[in-house]
């Protein structure tokens, strides 16, 4: 008996070996069909797989059958996908067939709105065993049953779980549902969940994010850490200085965007400069404002042996940049493309979305949840409300209403909206956002005062200060909040204050000074990156504003919030937040 039991398990062991290694006859032509099927041509495959199905037997006509009904159900008919699924046993199919099956029985669940059959269609599948791109639609069905189900948090976990296998406008449209899912939660919640995750948890760095633009606390740090070269840099100071050894400026010097570049340049070099601790070299490439003239300036930067890159500065130039399969170099982009952010770059702006965003986030924070709308017919002005609009929705807000405001007549004179105002204060607004420049906000005043919202909470985009600066006049404005920049509401350590730099540079005036305030808070983030990166409660004090990250690669600034009185902006005590 000693032997004997040694002996059979060999022979058991490889009985099992020849019968689970033993091709089918089938074998070769399912492979095929599947081939087709992940080519597009889901109803020849489908026709294909059915055919062998029927000449074959056991598990393998199971397998064959699952197959079968996904590919019609991805040809459109998912009529024949029952049918077919009706005529096998899904305990006798393994493997990706598996996986294929219950993401087909899970999305005709909630086709029939039906999300409760969704845990039962995924039981038993795992979605590492289907194809790339296949694997997102598992986690994506499980998230909307989830969903269904209440459970607003792990819907979004199970998105996270699915985001590496999107790209494109597929994976900024599914970020955008992971952010509507964990907006629905109270900041105690979203906090204390947000701590109970695992590290290397996927989710983490979406809850994160979220955290952030709450101007929450962390729990830990985000998990991007290790895409970062700070081993070649010299040791941090206690403070978390620990700039690259040669750095790279990559920016617009010629062409149309020039005279944005000069107020990025001279902010830039502001902060360079007053640092009194061993700097790095500093080198500028002109990118001419072009796609190509930005690939070039950065490959140029990597083949000269520059360990960080700041740049480029144009939404085209930056795409452009980011859509580079080889990047070698770390770099901050001074915009945000259409193309996220790889491992070890980031993204920082000023652009109007990030003011909608940060209108929609203080009014919520101030239970104002029905708010009226009105935008200018400009650019900044329409990207401010989209983006206002999309952060007001996920986060369980209304639009009241939405007032379009358009240029002046000959005359000088706007458009009377009165009755358009008067119809947001019927429906119950509580509040007001303006994407409108200074003369336009100054028209709409008293129009909104006739209408009632004179004693509601009026808040602005920065780009209410544009057309402003006479007391006389601006006193109209009184009372309206507007994100604006540290550096003039309450200086900027490293910096002289506002006015004296205005004096001797002409880039720090005006519209310049903003853009100088962006210059100068580029060569922080390059210089303290490490502390933003590694820490939890990472964070700079810039002249933009609060700058932390957001474990997507993007640069979230935390405005310095200001207030009309007497027609002058002032401070807002703790930076209204």
């Known amino acids: 008996m000693r032997w004997l039991v040694p002996a059979l398990a060999v022979l058991l062991a490889a009985g099992c070996a020849s019968v689970a290694t033993a091709p089918s006859a089938a074998a070769p032509e399912h492979a095929a069909a599947l081939a087709q099927l992940e080519q597009g041509q889901s109803r020849e495959a489908a026709q294909r797989l059915e055919a062998l199905a029927t000449a074959a037997r056991g598990t393998q006509r199971h397998a064959l059958l699952a197959d079968a009904a996904f590919a019609?159900?991805?040809?459109?008919d998912d009529a024949r996908a029952r049918s077919l699924v009706a005529q096998l046993d899904a305990r006798r199919v393994a493997g990706a067939s598996r996986a294929r099956l219950g993401v087909l029985q899970a999305e005709l669940a909630l086709a029939a709105q039906q999300p409760g059959g969704v845990a039962a269609a995924l039981a038993g599948s795992d979605p590492a065993t289907l194809p790339a791109p296949l694997q997102a639609r598992w986690p994506l069905a499980?998230?909307?049953?989830?969903?269904?189900?209440?459970?607003?948090?792990?819907?979004?976990?199970?998105?996270?779980?699915a985001d590496a296998g999107?790209?494109?406008?597929?994976?900024?449209?599914?970020?955008?549902?992971?952010?509507?899912?964990?907006?629905?939660?109270?900041?105690?919640?979203?906090?204390?969940?947000?701590?109970?995750?695992?590290?290397?948890?996927?989710?983490?760095?979406?809850?994160?994010?979220a955290l952030v633009r709450r101007g929450l606390p962390l729990p830990r740090p985000f998990d991007t850490a290790g895409a970062w070269n700070f081993g070649q840099r010299a040791p941090a100071a206690a403070d978390g200085f620990r700039p690259p050894n040669k750095l790279a400026v990559l920016l617009p010097l010629s062409g149309q965007l020039a005279v944005a570049a000069g107020p990025v340049r001279d902010g830039l070099l502001a902060g360079y400069y007053a640092e009194r601790?061993?700097?790095?070299?500093?080198?500028?490439?002109?990118?001419?404002g072009t796609p190509a003239g930005a690939t070039a300036a950065y490959a140029r930067a990597a083949?000269?042996?520059?360990?960080?890159?700041?740049?480029?500065?144009?939404?085209?130039?930056?795409?452009?940049?980011?859509?580079?399969?080889d990047l070698p170099v770390p770099s901050l982009a001074l915009n945000r493309g259409t193309v996220a952010p790889p491992p070890g770059h980031l993204a920082f702006s000023l652009a109007p979305e990030d003011d909608g965003i940060a209108a929609a986030d203080y009014l919520l924070a101030r239970e104002h949840r029905k708010v009226l709308v009105i935008g200018g017919s400009d650019d900044n002005g329409r990207r401010a409300v989209d983006a206002f609009r999309a952060r007001i929705g996920e986060r369980g807000g209304q639009v009241a209403g939405v007032v379009s405001v358009g240029e002046p007549d000959a005359?000088?004179?706007?458009?009377?909206?009165?009755?358009?105002?008067?119809?947001?204060a019927a429906n119950g607004a509580d509040s007001v956002f303006l994407a409108v420049r200074g003369p336009q906000a100054r028209a709409l005043v008293p129009q909104l005062a006739m209408a009632g919202f004179s004693s509601r909470t009026r808040v602005a985009a920065s780009q209410l200060v544009s057309g402003t600066g006479k007391a006389s006049e601006d006193v109209v404005l009184d009372g309206i909040v507007f994100p604006g920049e540290a550096w003039p509401a309450r200086g900027v350590a490293g910096l002289p204050?506002?006015?004296?730099?205005?004096?001797?540079?002409?880039?720090?005036?005006?519209g310049g000074a903003r853009l100088f305030a962006f210059g100068h808070d580029a060569w922080l983030i390059g210089a303290f990156l490490e502390r933003l990166v590694i820490y939890k409660d990472g964070e700079l004090a810039g002249a933009t504003g609060t700058l932390r990250l957001d474990g997507f690669g993007n640069v979230v600034r935390q405005p310095q919030w200001?207030?009309?009185?007497?027609?002058v902006p002032v401070p807002m005590a703790g930076g209204g937040r």
Request: net charge negative.
């Open 72 to 76: 019609w159900h991805e040809a459109g």
């Open 142 to 161: 499980q998230a909307r049953g989830l969903e269904a189900g209440g459970d607003s948090f792990a819907a979004a976990g199970a998105r996270a779980r």
């Open 166 to 209: 999107l790209q494109g406008e597929a994976r900024r449209g599914h970020r955008g549902e992971s952010e509507r899912l964990l907006s629905a939660l109270d900041n105690a919640t979203l906090a204390a969940r947000a701590a109970a995750l695992p590290a290397g948890d996927p989710l983490y760095n979406f809850a994160g994010r």
């Open 277 to 288: 601790r061993t700097r790095p070299a500093i080198s500028f490439f002109d990118t001419g």
């Open 303 to 325: 083949a000269e042996g520059y360990d960080f890159v700041i740049g480029p500065l144009g939404r085209d130039e930056v795409s452009a940049v980011f859509a580079q399969p």
């Open 411 to 424: 005359e000088g004179k706007f458009a009377d909206v009165s009755a358009q105002l008067a119809q947001a």
């Open 497 to 510: 204050p506002h006015s004296q730099v205005a004096e001797m540079l002409p880039t720090a005036r005006g």
């Open 562 to 567: 200001s207030i009309f009185s007497g027609g």
